[in-house]
Nanobody, 134 residues
C-alpha cells in the first residue's frame, strides 16, 4: 500500500510562504498514474479539499479559497508531491493532509475527488500543522 509522509509545515506570518512536501513510497503503479490531493482541517471545521492533481493528464483543481495562491505539483523522479502556498492568511491555519488514489476502473473527475467527502482515497498521510499568525 502506498505510504505518504508530509513535511514542511510550520509557523509563518501572514503574507508569507510555505512549501509542503508529500513523500510517497510503496506504490504499486507508476507514481504519475496516481491522483494526489492536499486537504486541510481546522479545529471545529470539516475537512476541505484544497488542491488536487489527477494522474497521467495532471488536471488540477483548487478550492476557491486558495486559487491563485496555492500550486500543487508532482515530481515523479523524487516520488514527491508539493503544495506551494503563497500569500498565506490566518484562515489557512489547519492540519494539512496529503492523499493519494491509484488508477481505478471507473474514472472520477479530479474536482469530484477533491470536493466530495464520501469519495474514497486509497492512502492518507499523518498530516502537518500549518499556522499563520503574527
Amino acid at each position: 500500500q502506498l505510504q505518504l509522509v508530509e513535511s514542511g509545515g510550520g509557523l509563518v506570518q501572514p503574507g508569507g510562504s510555505l512549501r509542503l512536501s508529500c513523500s510517497a513510497s510503496g506504490f504499486r503503479f507508476a507514481l504519475g498514474s496516481y491522483t494526489f490531493g492536499w486537504f486541510r482541517q481546522a479545529p471545529g471545521k470539516e475537512r476541505e479539499g484544497v488542491a488536487c492533481i489527477s494522474g497521467r493528464d495532471e488536471i488540477t483543481y483548487y478550492a476557491d479559497s486558495v486559487k491563485g495562491r496555492f500550486t500543487i505539483s508532482r515530481d515523479s523522479a523524487k516520488n514527491t508531491v508539493y503544495l506551494q502556498m503563497n500569500s498565506l492568511k490566518p484562515e489557512d491555519t489547519a492540519v494539512y493532509y496529503c492523499a493519494a488514489d491509484p488508477p481505478r476502473p471507473v474514472v472520477t473527475t479530479v474536482r469530484a475527488k477533491c470536493t466530495i467527502p464520501s469519495i474514497i482515497w486509497g492512502s492518507w498521510g499523518q498530516g502537518t500543522q500549518v499556522t499563520i499568525s503574527l
